[in-house]
């Protein structure tokens, strides 16, 4: 548990960081712009200046009209992933799942600890509903992303990194006595980084990439459930 509070910690601060880093960019880029074209509505300009790019309701918050950062709510994520995708990534169900669950804990929802959700899964191997991770845990919500394809490889490319995943995001709400649960919402998600161009892999190790590629992808995940803004996606475009 100590370590998982450290970890914690650490991903609160490095995503604090990278958030900050970002809206600045989008802040100075969208300034720049006002300042290069002419009619620039400066009520629109000091409004940045104040208060930061416009900030985008969660597509989970506007379908369901609940939101995870209520109090008291308590969220489990599980990941799931066919064995022709775990073939080339072993263990890439449980560490999807961990990162998605770190995003959301840094934006101030309650989460189980993946590790916990790891050891339940490793005893019940012949789980299939994503409710019995509900009622194990006592969580209101259980985020169940079905990962269909990922791979870290430009296409047809040996040479050049370019994270591409394909999944379909739910989540189940549980009733009051954690004993039985439905689907109320449910997003594909087809994701790709860097946005505009691949890297090299010359200018990369495979690991780094990958962990830059795994918080890109937890990042597309998280914002179905928090706030997020405009400009976030600038720092991921190359």
């Known amino acids: 548990m100590k370590a998982w509070m450290k970890n914690q910690s650490d991903a609160h601060t490095t995503i604090a960081r990278r958030s900050s880093r970002m809206r600045l960019t989008a802040m100075v880029c969208a300034l720049t712009a006002c300042l290069l074209f002419h009619g620039c509505n400066y009520v629109v300009m000091i409004g940045y200046l104040i208060g930061g790019p416009p900030s985008i309701e969660p597509e989970f918050d506007a ?13 489990a994520v599980v990941c799931y992933a066919p064995k022709e995708v775990r073939f080339s990534f072993e263990d890439i169900h449980f560490e999807v799942s961990k990162f998605v669950t770190f995003r959301l804990d840094s ?60 999944a379909i995001v739910s ?5 009051e006595s954690f004993e039985a649960g439905e689907k109320i919402f449910s997003k ?5 980084y860097p946005l505009y161009q691949p890297k090299s892999a010359a200018d990369e190790t495979l690991s780094n990439f990958k962990a830059l590629y795994m918080t890109r992808l937890s990042e597309e995940i998280g914002r179905l459930f928090y706030e997020h803004y405009t400009g976030d996606d600038m720092g991921d475009a190359t």
């Open 63 to 75: 379908m369901t009209k609940e939101s995870m950062t209520d109090k008291d709510v308590k969220v």
């Open 107 to 166: 934006h101030k929802i309650k989460t189980v600890p993946p590790d916990y959700v790891k050891a339940w899964l490793d005893q019940n191997p012949d789980w299939d509903r994503a409710e019995e991770i509900g009622a194990a845990f006592k969580a209101k919500y259980v985020v169940y992303i079905d990962l269909k394809a990922f791979s870290l490889y430009e296409e047809g490319s040996a040479s050049l990194y370019r994270g591409r995943s394909e």
């Open 171 to 175: 989540v189940w709400k549980m009733d």
């Open 188 to 192: 594909e998600i087809i994701s790709k």
